[in-house]
T-cell receptor, first 118, second 114 residues
């Protein structure tokens, strides 16, 4: 069974500094998707960044980038130049390929709470 | 563009009572998801719709939970009867299609069962 593990329940970063959030996953599939979602307090969850497993190049979205290590099944998120608005819960998610019945698995980790210190 | 709309935002009920949640996805999004998010946890998928069809309801506790998506747009998730352990945030999300596409989440309904 696929699993997603976020081993850091909470992280802190100084404003303007860089922080890396860890995520590991387990799957026997070779073609899948990985996501990082941000959930600010009492606000909607939004997508931060996504990575297709077949792409070797790491995804980047402005100050957010990932380090995708397929063999190690690791998918960390790096936030550069941290801002106060980055404070939120961050969830790593895995989406399996579609199986013959048309279904797929979408699995979230337990989240990492990021605090940004002024 | 309007986002995913959910109502109510908060609901407090006593155990054994029924409760229903409503979701209006982003216009044009064919895929709709219902998740349950327990405190301090990530969302867990309950059911996924492709248009009107429930294509994955394997995690839906069918003895007390039901869902429908009439006309392939709005959706309702119902719990009857509610139990104490059902207290959670119920999230609705939608995507253009289900093939690796980005999910857009609603604000959720926080359910408290007393």
């Amino acid at each position: 069974a696929q699993t997603v593990t976020q081993s850091q329940p909470e992280m802190s970063v100084q404003e303007a500094e860089t922080v890396t959030l860890s995520c590991t996953y387990d799957t026997s599939e070779s073609d899948y998707y990985l996501f990082w979602y941000k959930q600010p307090p009492s606000r909607q969850m939004i997508l931060v960044i996504r990575q297709e497993a077949y792409k070797q190049q790491n995804a980047t979205e402005n100050r957010f980038s990932v380090n995708f290590q397929k063999a190690a099944k690791s998918f960390s998120l790096k936030i550069s130049d941290s801002q106060l608005g980055d404070a939120a819960m961050y969830f790593c998610a895995y989406r399996s390929p579609i199986i013959t019945s048309g279904t797929y698995k979408y699995i979230f980790g337990t989240g990492t709470r990021l605090k940004v210190l002024a | 563009e309007a986002g995913v709309v959910q109502s109510p935002r908060y609901k407090i009920i006593e155990k054994k009572q029924p409760v229903a949640f409503w979701c209006n996805p982003i216009s044009g999004h064919n895929t709709l998801y219902w998740y349950r998010q327990n405190l301090g946890q990530g969302p867990e998928l309950l059911i996924r719709y492709e248009n009107e069809e429930a294509v994955d309801d394997s995690q839906l506790p069918k003895d007390r939970f039901s869902a429908e998506r009439l006309k392939g747009v709005d959706s309702t998730l119902k719990i009857q009867p509610a139990e104490l352990g059902d207290s959670a945030v119920y999230l609705c999300a939608s995507s253009l299609d289900g093939v690796g596409d980005t999910q857009y989440f609603g604000p959720g309904t926080r359910l408290t069962v007393l």
